[in-house]
């Protein structure tokens, strides 16, 4: 082809200096087995809970269950600024939806029943995330008498946010920790 002319054909320049770089070379023998097994087969072998699992944890959808001045710090990681959307998270409104509830604020002895309520009705797997001092300990209220001390006391938590409030840093931290602990599971089962 002549000179400054448009030329058809893909230039593998960049894919040479992926594979000569040594954060990249052991991909190309992850590839390598995969095409083969694929050539052979014309199928993949593997574990669906692995697969599962890889799913799930890309994909949480947390449920608001805001009931004090925490709720406003979980509204500012779904907001612009932090942008939970980019790691697959979307905060659904109905318990059916979601995967995982969030419990950001103090709860009360009279709202305690209607928080059982909504978890019970959350599909399985599904995973709490307690955020803020008033839900994991009761926190500036913990010895009123109306306060339940630490929302561990009526669902399993799994994620422990701390802070008074937290910051929406935090949080995202937690989920992203909740999405290392649901990776490490065998299982797709919260046992």
């Known amino acids: 082809m002549e000179k400054r002319c448009f030329r058809m054909g893909v230039d593998n320049f960049l894919g040479k200096q992926l594979t000569e770089d040594p954060k990249f070379s052991g991909q190309d023998d992850i590839l390598n087995a995969v095409t ?8 993949i072998i593997g574990q669906a809970d692995k697969l599962f699992n890889w799913a799930k944890s890309g994909s949480l959808w947390p449920m608001t269950f805001g009931l004090a001045c925490c709720a406003v710090e979980m509204m500012h990681s779904a907001a612009s600024r932090y942008d939970m959307d980019r790691y697959g998270m979307l905060f659904r409104p109905s318990p059916r939806q979601s995967d995982v509830m969030i ?4 709860l009360t002895n009279k709202m305690a029943p209607a928080l059982r309520r909504v978890y019970d009705q959350m599909a399985e797997p599904r995973w709490v995330i307690s955020m803020g001092s008033c839900a994991n300990g009761g926190g500036y209220y913990h010895y009123s008498y109306s306060v339940v001390r630490g929302c561990d006391r009526i669902v399993p938590v799994d994620i422990y946010v701390p802070g008074c409030p937290p910051t929406a840093e935090a949080l ?16 797709i089962s919260r046992i």
């Open 172 to 187: 995202i931290y937690g989920l992203l920790q909740l999405q290392k602990k649901i990776r490490r599971t065998s299982t």
């Open 36 to 43: 083969d097994e694929i050539s052979n087969r014309g199928f």
């Open 103 to 106: 419990v950001a604020g103090t």
